[in-house]
T-cell receptor, first 112, second 115 residues
Framework: AQSVAQPEDQVNVAEGNPLTVKCTYSVSGNPYLFWYVQYPNRGLQFLLKYITGDNLVKGSYGFEAEFNKSQTSFHLKKPSALVSDSALYFCAVRDYDYKLSFGAGTTVTVRA | EPEVTQTPSHQVTQMGQEVILRCVPISNHLYFYWYRQILGQKVEFLVSFYNNEISEKSEIFDDQFSVERPDGSNFTLKIRSTKLEDSAMYFC?????????????FGQGTRLTVV
């Protein structure tokens, strides 16, 4: 079965500093990986996806993610974090039937 | 921008009662999903739906659960006899399927509280 792991429950950064949210994956075959963000009392918003091609994927709100096959990782990054980036971030992997398996989530807090 | 909408945003029900959670997927989408998130836990897949039938369901999706697309726009999740452990945030999602590997778009969720 496909799965992802998010090793950090929480990430705290100062505004303006780089933000990294970690994700590792375990799949059979080619991985199809996604990042979603959940703001308080809101649904899941799509940020970006990796299907094939360039290892650096650019997404919404200035986020990007780096696919690393040798390390089986798909870390989410933002060069300069904003207070408004404070939210719950989920990594997900697509199964054969297009259903998503989510990680446990990482709470990001960006302090002013 | 088109979006998936869910109603109600919050539903409180008594144990043993039936509830219907409603979703309006994005209009040209073909694949539909229900997920749930118990408080403090990860988002879990419940069921996928395509061409008016269930494509796949998880072990969570037992006989108490059913899904329906009663008309061209709505996609509903019914829980026949709610249990306390059904309390969760339920997310509907849809996907176009026009290209391979399109992403799923999620609604804002319905928070179900069973008392």
């Amino acid at each position: 079965a496909q799965s992802v792991a998010q090793p950090e429950d929480q990430v705290n950064v100062a505004e303006g500093n780089p933000l990294t949210v970690k994700c590792t994956y375990s799949v059979s075959g080619n991985p199809y990986l996604f990042w979603y963000v959940q703001y308080p009392n809101r649904g899941l918003q799509f940020l970006l996806k990796y299907i094939t091609g360039d290892n650096l994927v650019k997404g919404s709100y200035g986020f990007e993610a780096e696919f690393n096959k040798s390390q089986t990782s798909f870390h989410l990054k933002k060069p300069s974090a904003l207070v408004s980036d404070s939210a719950l971030y989920f990594c997900a992997v697509r199964d054969y039937d297009y259903k998503l398996s989510f990680g446990a989530g990482t709470t990001v807090t960006v302090r002013a | 921008e088109p979006e998936v909408t869910q109603t109600p945003s919050h539903q409180v029900t008594q144990m043993g009662q039936e509830v219907i959670l409603r979703c309006v997927p994005i209009s040209n989408h073909l694949y539909f999903y229900w997920y749930r998130q118990i408080l403090g836990q990860k988002v879990e897949f419940l069921v996928s739906f395509y061409n008016n039938e269930i494509s796949e369901k998880s072990e969570i999706f037992d006989d108490q659960f059913s899904v329906e697309r009663p008309d061209g726009s709505n996609f509903t999740l019914k829980i026949r006899s709610t249990k306390l452990e059904d309390s969760a945030m339920y997310f509907c999602a849809s996907r176009s399927g026009q290209r391979m590997n399109t992403e799923a778009f999620f609604g804002q969720g319905t928070r179900l509280t069973v008392v």
